[in-house]
Nanobody, 115 residues
Framework: QVQLLESGGGLVQPGGSLRLSCTASGTGFSSYAMSWYRQIPGKERELVAD???????SVEDSVKGRFTISRDNAKNMLFLDMSKLKPEDTAVYYCKAYNWREISWGQGTQVTVSS
């Protein structure tokens, strides 16, 4: 099973950019599909972007054209490049690793978009 650790969150002004990273430890990173989720207090965790084991990526409509997901299997890392950030992007961002057998979550990193 992989263990996940997110980093890169912080406070950014509207219109700004951030890069989130998710570092995986353990074996078999390339065999896991990877996702970014976010959660606002009192709301359900929602999918933001996904990268499967073949390198195919997708992002939700709410962030399309602003967020990009990528992975570096050689470094066991997942990234989320966020630009044109809006106050409604404020949330805790989590990475998730999953395959047919298991699911792992990171502990999350806070992103706050505010002037």
């Amino acid at each position: 099973q992989v263990q996940l650790l997110e980093s890169g969150g912080g406070l950014v002004q509207p219109g700004g950019s951030l890069r989130l990273s998710c570092t995986a430890s353990g074996t078999g990173f390339s065999s896991y599909a990877m996702s970014w989720y976010r959660q606002i207090p009192g709301k359900e965790r929602e999918l933001v972007a996904d990268a499967d084991t073949y390198g195919t990526t997708s992002v939700e409509d709410s962030v399309k054209g602003r967020f990009t997901i990528s992975r570096d299997n050689a470094k066991n890392m997942l990234f989320l490049d966020m630009s044109k950030l809006k106050p409604e992007d404020t949330a805790v961002y989590y990475c998730k690793a999953y395959n047919w057998r298991e699911i792992s979550w990171g502990q999350g990193t806070q992103v706050t978009v505010s002037s």
